[in-house]
């Protein structure tokens, strides 16, 4: 695996460089916004995304990289808010993870948004292996219609950008319209985890679901039990 980290802090990036070798993973290391994405490689697996630039702003960088490469991006950086966070899975961010944290943390993001990019193994259905999500299927709601099949979401018949897990947590709920998915059971299927520090990363997403969609009620709330798709 090879990751572009986009870290301005000399030590901080060092130090995370040299942990992610120790793992094995090869690493790139930038420190600036024009760097980043003069970098970015074809064979880049990940990038991991620092906000706080000295040339730009972090959310620019993560924008000029969606133009031209559908690479994995993980934002890591202090900016906590929920608006920061919206604004950067907007953008095209597939996941977002705030200063600071743990590495191991860090390694699991990495090696989850890599294997949700990459493409089933042939043959894997016929060992056996669940299919995670339904093929052929177009669920509307309203103005909004989920295709499953084609992982395309339309808005009054217009196409509608949202980042893999976005698509993936529609596509999870449309499985089964009207029925409460618990949190755990989504993070285990949308995230491949059961951290519960997860809740707050799909809250999130959530969120930017509704806004990308116009939709308030795209996605439920079933307080103190999960999501649903709307009626």
Same mark, same amino acid.
């Given at each position: 695996?090879?990751?572009?980290?986009?870290?301005?802090?000399?030590?901080?990036?060092?130090?995370?460089?040299?942990?992610?070798?120790?793992?094995?993973?090869?690493?790139?290391?930038?420190?600036?916004?024009?760097?980043?994405?003069?970098?970015?490689?074809?064979?880049?697996?990940?990038?991991?995304?620092?906000?706080?630039?000295?040339?730009?702003?972090?959310?620019? %960088?993560?924008? &000029?990289?969606?133009?031209?490469?559908?690479? /994995? *991006?993980?934002?890591?950086?202090?900016?906590? #808010? @929920?608006? +920061?966070?919206?604004?950067?899975?907007?953008?095209?961010?597939?996941?977002?993870?705030?200063?600071?944290?743990?590495?191991?943390?860090?390694?699991?993001?990495?090696?989850?948004?890599?294997?949700?990019?990459?493409?089933?193994?042939?043959?894997?259905?016929?060992?056996?292996?669940?299919?995670?999500?339904?093929?052929?299927?177009?669920?509307?709601?309203?103005?909004?219609?989920?295709? %499953?099949?084609? &992982?395309?979401?339309?808005?009054?018949?217009? /196409? *509608?950008?949202?980042?893999?897990?976005?698509? #993936? @947590?529609? +596509?999870?709920?449309?499985?089964?319209?009207?029925?409460?998915?618990?949190?755990?059971?989504?993070?285990?299927?949308?995230?491949?985890?059961?951290?519960?520090?997860?809740?707050?990363?799909?809250?999130?997403?959530?969120?930017?679901?509704?806004?990308?969609?116009?939709?308030?009620?795209?996605?439920?709330?079933?307080?103190?039990?999960?999501?649903?798709?709307?009626?």
């Amino acid at each position: 695996m090879r990751v572009l980290l986009v870290e301005d802090d000399k030590r901080l990036g060092a130090a995370l460089a040299d942990v992610l070798r120790s793992h094995g993973i090869s690493v790139d290391l930038v420190g600036s916004a024009e760097d980043a994405v003069a970098s970015l490689r074809p064979d880049h697996d990940a990038v991991v995304l620092d906000l706080g630039l000295p040339d730009r702003d972090g959310f620019e %960088v993560c924008s &000029r990289i969606r133009r031209g490469s559908d690479v /994995p *991006i993980l934002m890591a950086t202090a900016r906590s #808010d @929920l608006g +920061a966070r919206v604004h950067g899975l907007h953008l095209g961010a597939d996941d977002y993870l705030v200063k600071p944290y743990d590495v191991r943390e860090l390694m699991a993001r990495i090696h989850a948004v890599t294997r949700r990019s990459r493409p089933p193994a042939p043959g894997a259905a016929a060992t056996g292996a669940p299919a995670r999500r339904p093929a052929g299927r177009r669920v509307r709601r309203g103005d909004v219609v989920i295709d %499953v099949d084609r &992982r395309v979401v339309e808005v009054a018949g217009t /196409p *509608i950008a949202l980042t893999r897990k976005e698509f #993936d @947590l529609l +596509a999870l709920l449309a499985r089964e319209p009207g029925v409460v998915f618990r949190r755990e059971q989504i993070l285990s299927e949308v995230w491949e985890t059961r951290w519960r520090g997860g809740a707050r990363t799909l809250e999130v997403h959530v969120a930017s679901v509704r806004a990308k969609t116009g939709s308030t009620t795209i996605i439920e709330t079933v307080r103190g039990v999960g999501y649903r798709l709307g009626e």
